[in-house]
């Protein structure tokens, strides 16, 4: 069996590199995921019943980018109802 060629792509730059998966019977390739992917970040998201979606991300910087524009913002006003105690 030949390996398998995987690529992962960055959700918010669009980013991609490829990997080939690593196997318990032979030597591990050059590419393995773990360092090629070192440094990224992956997001499952849980949406229901077999599925789960997943996001890929190169660093804490698309990552955070994705959150906030997946984040409703806490208006400044509900905050500001809270006074100083
Ligand atoms: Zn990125």
Do not use: N
Request: glycine residues 4%; contains cysteine.
């Amino acid at each position: 069996m030949s390996p398998v060629k995987k690529d992962a792509t960055c959700y918010t730059c669009g980013k991609k590199v490829e990997f080939t998966r690593c196997s318990s019977r032979k030597d591990p390739p050059e590419d393995v995921p773990c360092r090629v992917l070192s440094g990224w970040l992956t997001v499952h998201r849980w949406a229901g019943v077999r599925s789960i979606d997943q996001y890929d991300f190169c660093s804490f910087t698309c990552l955070q980018r994705w959150v906030e524009a997946q984040a409703p913002k806490i208006p400044s006003t509900f905050l500001k109802a809270f006074p100083d105690e």
